[in-house]
């Protein structure tokens, strides 16, 4: 694992904080010093999201980490709700997360938010027509955002990652499987799966004030796979 970043003194939400990139974020920010508010809770609707972040208080730091297994459907067969369910758990809640935290950043001129996303979004995929829609759709708003709220001295910014080792997308069946083996081989330059513990490490710089020239910005950890 890289070198740790200095976070303490920090307060940290982690949303679904028992999946995707959750479990090793939470590890490693509280190695870095942090304190980290570990939610595991639905993002289904504002009130909860609002309630969350009330009961949180002092926020420095949200760590937008939100997934859903990726559905595998030709665009021609994709349904309203398939495409319905995939924007309400990855493009709903993130507006909803931001204005709940955004009032407090603001008014002490200090505060980041980090995207937990996906590269999905940045070439395209066969059969990943709703998923990468709604992983653009993330990507897209944190740009926006980010250059909107570098005045008040707050930095927004994403991770845009894939072929990470994660209990969500890439659990030990999947990497045991012949055929993924070999697809590492040829589609990855790195040769293998960036690390959970490498994914996390660079979060927790971007989390850092050593990060604080960052704004609006999409960084893709994905081993080479993009740009293609």
Known sequence: MMNLVDLQGKRILVTQADAFMGPVLCEVLTKCGAEV???????????RIALLVQKAAQIDVLVANLAIPAPNTQAVEVTDEEWDTVFAHLVTPLPHLVR???????????????LMGSASALRGMKRRSTYSAARGAQLAYIQA????????????????????????????????LPAFQ???????????????????????????????????????????????
């Open 182 to 228: 070999e697809r590492i081989k040829w589609e990855v330059p790195l040769g293998r799966l960036v690390s959970a513990e490498e994914d996390a490490s660079f979060a927790a710089y971007l989390c850092s004030d050593a990060a604080n020239c960052f704004v609006g910005q999409i960084f893709p950890v994905c081993g080479g796979w993009v740009p293609r």
């Open 100 to 114: 709940a935290v955004l009032p407090q950043m603001i008014a002490r001129q200090a505060g980041k938010i980090l």
């Open 145 to 176: 955002l980010g250059v909107e709220m570098a005045p008040h001295k707050i930095q927004i910014n994403a991770i845009a990652q894939n072929l990470v080792e994660n209990p969500t997308y890439f659990p030990p069946e999947v990497q045991a």
């Open 37 to 47: 508010i570990a939610d595991t809770g639905p993002l289904l609707t504002p009130d």
